[in-house]
C-alpha cells in the first residue's frame, strides 16, 4: 500500500524521514516550511516535492500530512492548516498527546513516532527505528502501521500516557548517558588526554549493558560502597559545582538502588 | 619475554586477566586470596598456577607480583606481603596512586590499570583493552609495557596525577551511563512497556556520540530549551524525588553548556 504524503517541518526528522518515505514507494506531495532555504534542503533530497509556505492544503493530493516539527509548534499548525476530506494529521511527537490534534481540520489523527535520535550529519537505517503508533480510528491506524511497516521492522502501538513515559525514558537512555560521554570527555581534555583511550570502555559498557541489563552490568566505586574513592573523586570536581553535584547525586542513587 | 607472575586477588580483573596473561605466554605461579573457595575459582581456570593463602611470598619464583584487589586493600595487602629480591609490585586501580605501594618490600613498584569494565558473567577481549601504566624506574615501565603489549594493542604511560582525572572521567562514561539506562529500564518497567524498544536508540546515540563528540550529537528536550517538555517530564517523575533531582540537575547542565 503506497500513499500520497505531505510532510510540514524542515528539521533533523523531516529531513531524514522525507527521503525514507520515497524510498519505501510512496509520494511526497508537498514540503512545507516557514523558510525558503530550509524548505529546499529538504526538497532538493526528494524527487517530487514541491516546497510549500503557506498552510492552505485544500488542493493536496496527499491522503497523509505529518506534522514533523518541535513540540511547542505542533498545536499551532494543527489549529492553521487546511486539509483536504478524508486527510489523516499525524504528529512525530514522543511528549506530545494526541488530543492536541483533535482542532484541526483533519478527518482523522494519529502519532507515527519514530523512536530514534536524529542528526542530519549522520544517516539513519530506518529499518531498525521502532515506530510507535497510536490513533483513536481504526482504519488509521492500520494505515499508520502498514506506513511504519514499510520502513522499519519494527512497531508498537502505543497509548498517550504510556508514550509519555516512554519519552521521559528515552530521555535518560538516550540525552542524559550521552552527557555522561559529554561530561567524560571534557575530564579529558581538561587534563590533556587523549578521549579515544576511554572509547573500548564506552562500548564494552554499553553492549555489556543491553545483554546483562544495566543493574548486573554496573561496576565502579558507587555500586562496591567505596566512600573513600568517591570523596576523592568529588573532590577532584571541585572546579565546576554543578558536575560535582551530578557526581554525587548519581553515585547516591546508585549506592540506594543496590 | 615472558614472565613469572603472581597474582594477589580473585575479584573480577584477577578472574579475567589471569587466564589472559597465561593464554599470552605467561607463567602464573600463584594466586593469592583470603577464601580457598575464592582461589580455586581462578586457579582452576589456570594450568599451572598454585593457590596460596599467606602472603610470604619469599620462596615465590614470580618476578611480577599483580595486586588485583579492591582499592581499600591496596595499602594493607602491600605492607604486608613478602616479596622476594628484585621483585616489581603493580596494582590495576584506577583511583589509586603509585606512592601507596612504597612502603613495601618490592624491589620496584608501578600501576598495570587495564582501562575496562570487568563482569564474571562476560568474557573479556583484552586486545582492545587499554593499559595505563607508571612507574618511577625505567626498566621496569619498559618491562610493565612488554607485558601489556602481549595482551592487547593499547598502551599508554599515565602518571598518577591524570590517571585519577581518567579515573572520574571513566565513571560518567561507563558507571554513570550504565546507570541512565538503568533508571530507564525501571521508567519501562514501572509502565510495563518492553525495554527492547530502546534499544536501537541507545545503539545510534552511543555510535554517533562516538563518532561526531557528544556535544555534536546531543539531541532531546533540553538542547532545544524546550521548558514545557522538561517540566511535563519533572512532574511525571514525581513518585522518586531522587530521580527527578537528577533529571533536573542533568538538564540543567545540558542547557547551561550549549
Known amino acids: 500500500m503506497k500513499f500520497k504524503i505531505a510532510i510540514l517541518g524542515t528539521g533533523n526528522v523531516a529531513w531524514h524521514l522525507a527521503p525514507a518515505l520515497e524510498d519505501a514507494g510512496h509520494t511526497i506531495t508537498e514540503v512545507f516550511g516557514r523558510d525558503r532555504e530550509n524548505i529546499e534542503s529538504i526538497t532538493k533530497r526528494l524527487y517530487t516535492a514541491e516546497g510549500k509556505e503557506d498552510l492552505d492544503f485544500s488542493e ?14 505542533i498545536s499551532g499548525l494543527a489549529d492553521e492548516v487546511i486539509l483536504p476530506e478524508e486527510s489523516i494529521l499525524v504528529h512525530t511527537s514522543g511528549a506530545v498527546p494526541l488530543e492536541i490534534l483533535g482542532y484541526s481540520s483533519a478527518s482523522y489523527t494519529g502519532i507515527f513516532y519514530p523512536l530514534q535520535s536524529f542528526s542530519k550529519d549522520r544517516p539513519i537505517d530506518f529499518s531498525e527505528v521502532p515506530f510507535l503508533l497510536e490513533s483513536e480510528d481504526g482504519t488509521t491506524l492500520q494505515k499508520l502501521k502498514k506506513l511504519a511497516k514499510s520502513l522499519s521492522t519494527l512497531q508498537y502501538l502505543i497509548k498517550s500516557k504510556d508514550r509519555l513515559a516512554l519519552h521521559v525514558a528515552a530521555v535518560f537512555a538516550s540525552n542524559f548517558s ?7 570527555e571534557e575530564i579529558m581534555a581538561r587534563q590533556g588526554l587523549d578521549f579515544d583511550m576511554m572509547k573500548p570502555l564506552i562500548i564494552e559498557t554499553i553492549s555489556k549493558s543491553l545483554e546483562l541489563g544495566a543493574r548486573k ?9 567505596d566512600f573513600n574513592t568517591l570523596e576523592i573523586h568529588h573532590q577532584f570536581l571541585n572546579y565546576n559545582e554543578q558536575v560535582a553535584e551530578i557526581y554525587k547525586l548519581i553515585s547516591q542513587d546508585i549506592i540506594d538502588s543496590y
Open 178 to 184: 550521552n552527557h555522561m560521554l559529554r561530561i567524560s
Open 60 to 73: 493536496s493530493e496527499a491522503e497523509i500530512f505529518i506534522l514533523a516539527v518541535s513540540d511547542q509548534a
Open 217 to 225: 552490568a554496573q561496576t565502579g566505586p558507587a555500586v562496591r560502597s
